[in-house]
């Protein structure tokens, strides 16, 4: 079965820094993975995809993600947190469900950015 | 190139009635997906539907359904509504076929009180 694993249900980081959200997937076949952004009253919004193209991936609004098969991780980066950031992260795997494909999201990491 | 429109955005209804929402997925968008997310369940998967046809559901009671129109449009209805229905539902659109890498495309959602 292929799932998604996001540690961290609430994490902070101040204006500037590096924001780091962890996830970590379960497959047995390679995946295809994807974090979404959730702002507040609104829909999810794809930030970057990995579909086995290249490993590191970069996103919008600066985001990127590499994805490590030695380490079933995908976690996503950005190297200076914006407070335009604050938002909700959603990482989420495709995976076979009934013979078609269902996408699968993770419990999600609340980003606080501080001043 | 339109979004995913849903409606309504926010409705108050009290336990024992029923809710109908619509979603009108991208054009050229044939599969539908519907998910619930409340602070304490996180984002759970419904149903998903492709040309009229229900292909993957969810751990939900059957008080909840949907459907899908010829025109890919879709509705979900639960019955018998009860306070834990309270959440947001989303409804995300995407492409399907060989080149689909499934990527989502949500709806801002409808928020449901049931007081």
């Known amino acids: 079965a292929q799932s998604v694993t996001q540690l961290g249900s609430h994490v902070s980081v101040s204006e500037g820094a590096l924001v780091l959200l962890r996830c970590n997937y379960s497959s047995s076949v390679p995946p295809y993975l994807f974090w979404y952004v959730q702002y507040p009253n609104q829909g999810l919004q794809l930030l970057l995809k990995?579909?086995?193209?290249?490993?590191l991936v970069k996103g919008i609004n600066g985001f990127e993600a590499e994805f490590k098969k030695s380490e079933t991780s995908f976690h996503l980066t950005k190297p200076s947190a914006h407070m335009s950031d604050a938002a909700e992260y959603f990482c989420a795997v495709r995976k076979n469900s009934g013979g078609y494909q269902k996408v699968t999201f993770g419990t999600g990491t609340k980003l606080q950015v501080i001043p | 190139k339109a979004g995913v429109t849903q409606t309504p955005r926010y409705l108050i209804k009290t336990r024992g009635q029923q809710v109908t929402l619509s979603c009108s997925p991208i054009s050229g968008h044939r599969s539908v997906s519907w998910y619930q997310q409340t602070p304490g369940q996180g984002l759970q998967f419904l149903f998903e539907y492709f040309s009229e046809t229900q292909r993957n559901k969810g751990n939900f009671p059957g008080r909840f359904s949907g459907r899908q129109f010829s025109n890919s449009r879709s509705e979900m209805n639960v019955s018998t509504l009860e306070l834990g229905d309270s959440a947001l539902y989303l409804c995300?659109?995407?492409?399907?076929?060989?080149?689909?890498?499934?990527?989502?495309?949500f709806g801002e959602g409808s928020r449901l009180t049931v007081l």
């Open positions: 995300a659109s995407s492409r399907d076929g060989e080149t689909n890498t499934g990527e989502l495309f």
């Open positions: 990995y579909t086995s193209a290249a490993t």
